[in-house]
């Protein structure tokens, strides 16, 4: 593990590759390349770049101020900085699932104020679905404080969230909460992550007490036993690159294409859903909080490649260009994130270089835990 203390800055510029990979920020580019809809891609026609690697330390200030900020559009100021946050070396995870936990394990830093660390990544740029379900842990922290919590819990129902900027996995990321509102049965949430003094992403979410009404869903459609289907480590067999073992060896998600994995290769019909089997490679606690928010990091993996499909295009191309934009999730009935979940997917529409898809998470008895519906910009560049 490595310990970054106060004060303490890689000495980097933005872009300085070669500068990352000889201080061990990041690895060098490997010639098999995979790009993730959940991935903070760069793009420079969304404004995105690179983030300069290491840690900034700004004067103490109240955080009131970044809220501010945040709604005036002006720069974001850092406050009252931890002292240190340890992060894994790169390559270093033992366990994913381990890490995985501890990366939503967020550290106060002041009032509805948290601090976190991401995942080590192989191109250095921090998992969209990472810091979204840091989001759903840092809003619901400050549900679960309510006086008549214990007696009445607020478990979370919906969010809806804007990607604005690439994430660095090698820096921490703070969430600074607004209480927007605690009604009699319902609790609104905004969230905002900042790192290097500005939002990389900015989440509005809402919660809900235990309620009776109305009750209905969807069908969940068939689909073969998961225990059938290739697990990454047999799609990407015989591939000897850092990519391959990132996705093959370190994640703490099994995920089960049923219609066969489009990383390497498009699919074999250019069809415009697809289904997913999911699930976390180990047992979790019995936490709600923390199953839904397994839950919405693993929605961001694979609910853009619908669009792909539909196009016969595969992650590996490598005119591909892809950012995630927004991602919204309404949580319907509770699940667990250790358990099966079918993840069945669809494209309604692509144009104007983006692309929509939607998603439902169904248990293995049936039941509808989630939709999910994304829409990412999806580019190929024309040689």
Known sequence: MTEIQRGEVLDLVTGDHHALIEQGAIRAEPRFETHDAGVFEQAQELDVVDVPVGIHVGPSKRDIDVVRGLTHGAIIAAADMVTSVTIPEN???????????????????GPDVFIGRSQPMPHGRVFGGQVLAQTVIAAGRTVNDLPDAAEQPRRIHSLHGYFLRAGDSSAPIRFVVERLRDGHSFSARGVHAIQNDQPILSVMTSFQTDAGGMDHQDSMPAAPDPETLQTLAEVFSGIDNAQATFWSEDKAIDLRHVEGAIYVRPGRQQAAQQSVWLRAIGHMPDDPLLHAAVLAYSSDYSLLEPVLRRHGLAWSDRRLRAASLDHAMWFHRPGRA???????????SASGGRGLAAGRMFNTDGILLATVAQEGMLRVKQS
């Open 338 to 348: 250790d358990d099966w979940t079918l993840y069945t997917q669809a494209s309604p």
């Open 91 to 109: 390559r270093a995870i033992v366990d994913p699932l381990a890490d995985l936990l501890d990366v939503l394990d967020l550290q106060p830093a």
